[in-house]
Every structure is written in C-alpha cells, then in structure tokens.
C-alpha cells in the first residue's frame, strides 16, 4: 500500500490496538491486509457510506526512533496534492497520542507484482498499463513530484484493474533540488534505481523516474527483471553500463522504446515528454496527455463539504504538520491558524472580553477580524476569520510588533489559554494537537 508495505492477506480480523476496531466513530476495521516495518495496513469499511477504505496504521514512537518524521510528514503533503485517477487517494488522516491513521482509496486487486508473477503480459496489456503508470508520474512531475521508488510493489490494481501508484514515502518535493538543480538523496529499490543515483554527483528526479518506469516495463513484458544477479555489485555494474537483454519475442518497436528509456545516459535519455510520442506508446491510441490538468473521474475531496483531521492540518500555517507528532495537548501560538466549530461572533466576543480587562483597545476589522492593542502601541495582535463551512470557522493569529514582556504575558496567562479552548476536535478523539 504505501510505506514499506508487503501486501499479504492475512486469516482472521485483527482490530486497530487503542480504536477498539471502530477508528474514528467512523471506520469499521477488518483484517490486516498488508504489513511493513514501520506500519500496518487494514481493510475498512466507512460505516456511514459503507465504502471500503484502507487503513494504513503507523506508530509514532517507531517513526520518530528511525527518524522518519520528516519522511512521513512529506508523504501526507504529497498525496494531499494527488487528485488522479491513476495514484491511490489519501482521504484522512486521523492521530492519536500513539499513532497516525492513514485513511486511503481501498485497491481490491492488490499489487501489479503479483499479477505479473503469475506470467508475462502481452504487449498491448503492457501498453495500458504503461499508459496509466505514464499520466501518473507525469501528473506529479509537472507538479513538482518525484516518486524516486517506482515498482510494481507500488503499483496497485482496483477492482476494474487499473493502475494505481502507491508509497509516495520516499518521494522528494521540486523544494528540496539543490543549487546544482539536482537531488542528491540516495535511495529507491537497488533492481530498479536509475545509474546516476549510485553515483554522488547528484541527479535529475524527473529521469530517475523515467528509468524505473523503463524496468516496470521490461518486467511486465519479461516477466522478470533486466537487471539482476545475486551479487550487488555485479547487479550495480550491469545498472551503470545498461547492460541488459531483450526476450526474443519484443517487437522492433518495443526494443527501441526500451533503449530510450533504459539509456544510462540521463542527458540523452528520453524525457516523459517524448515518452507520449513514441511510436510504440500511441501505438492503437488515440489519447491526449495532458499533464497540467487533473486526469480523474474521482471527485475531489472537498473541505467545504467534509473537513476532518488532515484537512484541519493543511489550514495550519505553512502547511505544518508538526501537530500529527504533537502529544502535548492543544495550543496556539502567534503566527499560526487554527480551525474552531465555535460561531465567529462568539469567538470575537471572547477576544474582546478578554483584551478589555488586561486594558487592551480592540478595533473590529472586516469579516469578523480583530486589531487588539495595547502598552503605548508596543503590542499588536491581529486576529483574522473566515469561515470553512457552515460550522467551521479558520482562525489566524499573527502580530505586528515584538512583543514586549507585559504584552507576552497577557498573551500566554490570558489570551492564548482562551484561543485554545476553541480549537475544534475531530469526532471520536482523534484530534490534531499543536495547531
């Protein structure tokens, strides 16, 4: 499913430990369907559309001892951003003192790997699989994604048997590029990591990933890998030199696609751009790629509509996701937002109650915004609203001096404590802390 997961099927029902086997109020647990080092992943059912979801269950206490906070955090801003037909959609995420619950699109046909164990497809199968594999990455390359771990363990079948990409736990952001416009981060499966990632020169995201999609391929027309040996090293050498053999039964065609994508060379190797132009791959189709716009049928999840936990999360200032690790209770803190079920108006009335008895002038400002002042003008507190639906209202604190000692004070004894109290909580008590 995603994180390091082997997906197995597993006899009985095993409940999430601490949920009771009903997560959220919401989400009836089933039984394990795959597991990792780092986490688990259940099937579910939503009990109130009854829908089956995936639960992929991780614990806190592992991720930070193997430090992987940072890791699971770009995960979740990742697939927040995913909305294609073609990669596994994140719906949740919920968190507890102890855990983190990924709440994802349910995949009935299980992993491409093990469909492919079972025999080699025939080219055309391989086509459309290349196809959906192809606006995927595409999709998140032009924004700004790079998966760096493409394999058909990662790639998932849905109940029509269409592709789905998964584990976007070792993906890099276009942020994280370094002055030499290349990423440097070595990782990815060895039988599927492109050449220039073994060196230490640094390398281009967008052409590893054209490299693994390329033995994705091979081995959905194979049936096994291009490059392989017991041996590391030896495997590592025939991944540098691109040394590999074509099964007798490839097309001329398909031969010459594979060079372009197995090319050792990143410069002359071909770009996903030419990829949608190859012979082979328009070969009987007639689909335009475009990769700037969202290519799905699923609707996208919309936070005007139903807002939980993760959605709650991606309201907190620049996207902060610290909250998911957070044990320590709620809290607010000046530059930050946070989301409240309270009324606007009796959030306003509250601050205003409040600033007026430490001595403080409160001006009201538009849409619900307040300006509170105080100390000869050494303190400024602004407090904007807007509301989230029709229940929820986003809440941002922001200053616009340094705040002096008596100005902190009152902030951390009087206000803040207020603010806090208002800050909305999930159903069923997995809330976000530290917003």
């Known amino acids: 499913m995603m994180g390091d997961i082997d997906y197995e099927?597993?006899?009985g029902f095993e409940n999430i430990p601490e949920m009771g086997g009903l997560l959220g109020g919401r989400y009836e647990v089933g039984k394990l369907v795959g597991y990792g080092a780092f986490a688990k992943v259940y099937h579910a059912r939503d009990v109130r559309s009854g829908q089956s979801v995936a639960i992929k269950c991780v614990s806190k206490q592992r991720i930070v001892t193997g430090g992987l906070t940072s890791q699971i955090k770009r995960e979740i801003s990742i697939m927040r951003r995913m909305h294609h037909a073609n990669i596994v959609k994140l719906y949740e995420v919920m968190a507890t003192k102890t855990k983190i619950y990924f709440v994802m699109e349910y995949e009935k046909g299980g992993e491409l790997f093990a469909k492919v164990s079972r025999g080699r497809f025939s080219e055309d199968l391989s086509r459309k699989y290349f196809h959906q594999l192809i606006?995927?990455?595409?999709?998140?390359?032009?924004?700004?994604?790079?998966?760096?771990?493409?394999?058909?363990e990662n790639l998932l079948l849905d109940d029509s048997w269409n592709l789905k990409i998964s584990d976007f736990g070792l993906s890099a952001l276009k942020e994280q590029i370094g002055p030499d416009g290349l990423l440097h981060t070595q990782c990815g499966t060895p039988a599927y990591v492109a050449p220039e990632v073994l060196g230490k020169n640094g390398y281009d995201g967008a052409m590893v990933d054209v490299w693994s999609c390329g033995v994705i391929l091979y081995v959905l027309i194979a049936g096994y890998l291009p490059f392989n040996d017991r041996n590391l090293m030896v495997m590592y050498r025939k991944i540098y030199e691109g040394e590999f053999r074509f099964p007798k039964w490839t097309s001329p065609d398909l031969r010459r696609?594979?060079?372009?994508?197995?090319?050792?060379?990143p410069t002359t190797r071909i770009t996903v751009e030419d990829i949608i132009r190859d012979p082979?791959?328009?070969?009987?189709?007639?689909?335009?790629?475009?990769?700037?716009?969202?290519?799905?049928?699923?609707?996208?999840?919309?936070?005007?509509?139903c807002l939980n936990a993760f959605d709650i999360?991606?309201?907190?200032?620049?996207?902060?996701?610290?909250?998911?690790?957070?044990e320590s209770g709620c809290d607010v803190s000046i530059g930050e937002?946070?989301?409240?079920?309270?009324p606007p108006e009796k959030i306003r009335d509250r601050v205003e109650a409040v600033a007026t008895a430490e001595g403080m002038t409160v001006a009201r400002r538009e849409d619900w915004g307040l300006k509170v002042e105080g100390h000869n003008g050494n303190c400024t507190i602004i407090i904007e609203m807007d509301?989230?639906?029709?229940?929820?209202?986003?809440?941002?604190?922001?200053?616009r001096e340094q705040i002096g000692q008596i100005c902190r004070k009152i902030w951390k004894t009087k206000i803040r404590p207020m603010l806090s109290s208002l800050i909305y909580k999930p159903e069923g008590g997995a809330g976000v802390a530290g917003l």
């Not at 606006?135 to 058909?152: E, I, M, N, T």
């Not at 696609?257 to 060379?265: Q, S, T």
């Not at 999360?313 to 957070?326: E, R, V």
């Open 257 to 265: 696609f594979l060079l372009r994508l197995l090319d050792p060379n």
């Open 387 to 399: 509301r989230l639906t029709e229940r929820l209202v986003v809440v941002e604190v922001s200053q």
């Open 135 to 152: 606006s995927a990455v595409g999709y998140c390359h032009a924004r700004g994604v790079f998966h760096r771990d493409l394999k058909p």
């Open 337 to 342: 937002r946070f989301v409240s079920d309270y």
């Open 9 to 11: 099927a597993s006899s």
């Open 280 to 305: 082979w791959f328009t070969s009987g189709s007639e689909k335009q790629f475009n990769f700037l716009s969202d290519d799905s049928n699923v609707k996208v999840h919309e936070v005007t509509k």
């Open 313 to 326: 999360i991606s309201f907190s200032s620049g996207f902060d996701l610290s909250a998911l690790f957070d």
